[in-house]
T-cell receptor, first 115, second 115 residues
């Protein structure tokens, strides 16, 4: 079985400061990792995904994440946040095997960007 | 290209009633998945359909069911509604199933309130 842990439920940060949202996963097989963002009253939007290859993945809106297999982590980072980045961020994992497209999500991290 | 479309966006039902939610995937996508999002349980996988066949099912009671039509549109049904079924129901679509190259796109969701 797979699981995802997002260590911080809320992260406050000032505008133009850097931010890191932490994600750790647990799985007995090779996995694929994703970060989604959810703005208020909206669905989920894919920020980035790690399937294979380079461990540093760049996504939309200036976000990037680094896959670390030894630490089973996939932390999301942005060097300078904007007020519009205020949203909830979800880390997810899938092995795309017999389970098809099933994603297992973490509990989410609320990013609040303050002026 | 239109995204994943869910209808209705908001609805209120009475305990004991049943509800049907609809999802139109992105054109050409054959896989449709459903997720339930609540403040207490977070994002949980309900089921996935691919080419009109259920591929996988999450840990939900039999009151939750779904189906997929030949045009890939999908519906999910919840019978004998309980207060705890109040949630945001998210539909997601992708081209294939069980492939690591998949990108999974989400709709805006249907907000169900059970009173």
């Amino acid at each position: 079985a797979q699981s995802v842990t997002q260590l911080d439920s809320q992260v406050p940060v000032f505008e133009e400061a850097p931010v890191e949202l932490r994600c750790n996963y647990s799985s007995s097989v090779s996995v694929y990792l994703f970060w989604y963002v959810q703005y208020p009253n909206q669905g989920l939007q894919l920020l980035l995904k790690y399937l294979s290859g380079s461990t540093l993945v760049k996504g939309i809106n200036g976000f990037e994440a680094e896959f670390n297999k030894s630490q089973t982590s996939f932390h999301l980072r942005k060097p300078s946040v904007h007020i519009s980045d205020t949203a909830e961020y979800f880390c997810a994992v899938s092995d795309f095997t017999g389970g098809g497209n099933k994603l297992t999500f973490g509990t989410g991290t609320q990013l609040k960007v303050e002026l | 290209k239109a995204g994943v479309t869910q209808t209705p966006r908001y609805l209120i039902k009475t305990r004991g009633q049943q509800v049907t939610l609809s999802c139109s995937p992105i054109s050409g996508h054959r896989s449709v998945s459903w997720y339930q999002q609540t403040p207490g349980q977070g994002l949980q996988f309900l089921f996935e359909y691919f080419s009109e066949t259920q591929r996988n099912k999450g840990n939900f009671p039999g009151r939750f069911s779904g189906r997929q039509f030949s045009n890939s549109r999908s519906e999910m049904n919840v019978s004998t509604l309980e207060l705890g079924d109040s949630a945001l129901y998210l539909c997601a679509s992708s081209l294939w199933t069980g492939s690591s190259g998949n990108t999974i796109y989400f709709g805006e969701g249907s907000w169900l309130t059970v009173v």
